[in-house]
Every structure is written in C-alpha cells, then in structure tokens.
T-cell receptor, first 114, second 111 residues
Framework: EAQVTQNPRYLITVTGKKLTVTCSQN?????MSWYRQDPGLGLRQIYY???????DKGDVPEGYKVSRKEKRNFPLILESPSPNQTSLYFC?????????????FGPGTRLTVT | QKEVEQNSGPLSVPEGAIASLNCTYS??????FFWYRQYSGKSPELIMF????GDKEDGRFTAQLNKASQYVSLLIRDSQPSDSATYLC???????????FGAGTTVTVRA
C-alpha cells in the first residue's frame, strides 16, 4: 500500500529536550516536505527536499532541522523545542519534475511542548 | 499580502446544492494549483489539481483556474453531508519549489 508514515503520532515533551519525528514514504517520491498546522494559520511549510541531500527552507524553518540521507526518509529534528512549537505536524511527499506535484500526506504528529 | 488567500467561511449549504469555494494568489507566475479536503482530526487528502486555465471536472468536483485574474475555485455539485470538511487551496509559486497553502474554508452541508 502506497503511504507516508510518521512516528510518533503523539508526543508530549519538555522545553529544551531534543526530539526527532520520523517520516518515511514507499512511493519512490523525490519531493518530501514538512508542514505545521495551527488554528487559523493553515498549513505552513517548514522545510522541503527535492531529492537526496537537497533540502531548502520553507516559510517557517526557525527552530527546526531536517536531513535527507535516503530517498524514502525525511526526519524532522527539534534541537531545543519551545512551547511555540506545539502544533500538528504533517509530512508529505510527491513526484518532482521541475516542480512539486500533488502531495500525499502522512497521518500527522501532534506535538505538545511544556 | 498573503501568498494564498481563501474566503474564510464557514460556508453552510443545504444537501444537494452547489458549494463554491474561492482562492486567490499573489504571484502571477504560479504554475500548479491544488485543492485538498481535510476532515477534522485527519490529514489533508488531494481532491483536484489543475495546471492550465479553464475548467477541470472530476465527478461532482470542478476546479476552475483563471491565471489572468489570479484565482482558482472549487465547485462541489450535489453537496452531500460527507462533503462537510475544511478545504485547502495550495499553490506552487513560480521559480520556487515551495507550496503555499491558504488558511482553509470550512464547509458544512446541512441534511
């Protein structure tokens, strides 16, 4: 089954404790992306990657890191989480031929930072 | 000015009616346009994509793109209670690989 998986689905942590949210896709997609969704603000892109070892900032990259060492995986790293990073996070993937095509989303990770 | 703006809603329509959703974007050179549906507590799922001016129909859904006026719309014909959701417009901005989303329009279909 074609899918994007994220782990964990729910996470409660404390300020400053490093964490990683994993994302994996089995569709051989080149393009992968992380979004956060907050009430009234919609989906905002954090980072995206056009292929292995190629990443770039989205609209809200501050406080986040990513890496793309393998085509299927695109982890999101919060080195020192803060309460304003409490949000619902989505990973997505798509084909990429000069531009991203229709995105397929993972189930989401609800993060609470206290 | 936001890159992608949607009518804020909420939009309430009776069952069987047409729901009309609008989205405007700021960059005239934008290339790709997507509509996603998101049920409460779920992830967005793609409904339609459109790349060229004009209409594109898929079942009860029609996407309309007008690049000169910089808007893209989604029509839902014969609305059903199962169409009650938030609809997100997304645009790929020219010369960029980012995707920008609107804040979404919540639709409620009254039985």
């Amino acid at each position: 089954e074609a899918q994007v998986t994220q782990n964990p689905r729910y996470l409660i942590t404390v300020t400053g404790k490093k964490l990683t949210v994993t994302c994996s896709q089995n569709m051989n997609h080149e393009y992968m992306s992380w979004y956060r969704q907050d009430p009234g603000l919609g989906l905002r892109q954090i980072y995206y990657s056009m292929n292995v070892e190629v990443t770039d900032k989205g609209d809200v990259p501050e406080g986040y890191k990513v890496s793309r060492k393998e085509k299927r995986n695109f982890p999101l790293i919060l080195e020192s989480p803060s309460p304003n990073q409490t949000s619902l996070y989505f990973c997505a993937s798509s084909l990429f031929q000069g531009r991203p095509y229709e995105q397929y989303f993972g189930p989401g990770t609800r993060l609470t930072v206290t | 000015q936001k890159e992608v703006e949607q009518n804020s809603g909420p939009l309430s329509v009776p069952e069987g009616a047409i729901a009309s959703l609008n989205c405007t974007y700021s960059d005239r050179g934008s290339q790709s346009f997507f509509w996603y549906r998101q049920y409460s507590g779920k992830s967005p799922e793609l409904i339609m994509f459109i790349y060229s001016n004009g209409d594109k129909e898929d079942g009860r859904f029609t996407a309309q793109l007008n690049k000169a006026s910089q808007y893209v719309s989604l029509l839902i014909r014969d609305s059903q209670p199962s169409d009650s959701a938030t609809y997100l417009c997304a645009v790929n901005i020219r010369n960029d690989y980012k995707l920008s989303f609107g804040a979404g329009t919540t639709v409620t279909v009254r039985a």
